[in-house]
Nanobody, 121 residues
Framework: QVQLVESGGGLVQAGGSLKLSCAVSGRTFSSSKVGWFRQAPGKEREFVAAIRPTGSFTYYADSVRGRFAISRVNAKNTVYLQMNALTPEDTAVYYC??????????????WGQGTQVTVSS
């Protein structure tokens, strides 16, 4: 059973930063791609960022490119999402997900429970 646990969410003022973590267990972490998604109230879940197993390739939604950075430390089975220059539009529940290493970077098999990020204006 694959388990993903997000942490690091919270309340921050506009312009501030947060760093989310996603700890993955129950699977060969180093051979999984990992992605971050978010869902705001009343909206559909949307892709945010993804990283391939070795970290050589990363992908970002246009809305966060240049502000967010995804990274991973395979020795710690953890993926991070550094979020800078946050705006109220970034307010959402953030989910991490794990999946097959070389499939489409928006498709995943396992999901975490999510962590709330709230950005105040």
């Amino acid at each position: 059973q694959v388990q993903l646990v997000e942490s690091g969410g919270g309340l921050v003022q506009a312009g501030g930063s947060l760093k989310l973590s996603c700890a993955v267990s129950g699977r060969t972490f180093s051979s999984s791609k990992v992605g971050w998604f978010r869902q705001a109230p009343g909206k559909e879940r949307e892709f945010v960022a993804a990283i391939r197993p070795t970290g050589s390739f990363t992908y970002y939604a246009d809305s966060v490119r240049g502000r967010f950075a995804i990274s991973r430390v395979n020795a710690k089975n953890t993926v991070y999402l550094q979020m800078n220059a946050l705006t109220p539009e970034d307010t959402a529940v953030y989910y991490c997900a794990a999946g097959a290493p070389y499939s489409d970077y928006t498709r995943y098999d396992y999901w975490g429970q999510g962590t709330q990020v709230t950005v105040s204006s």
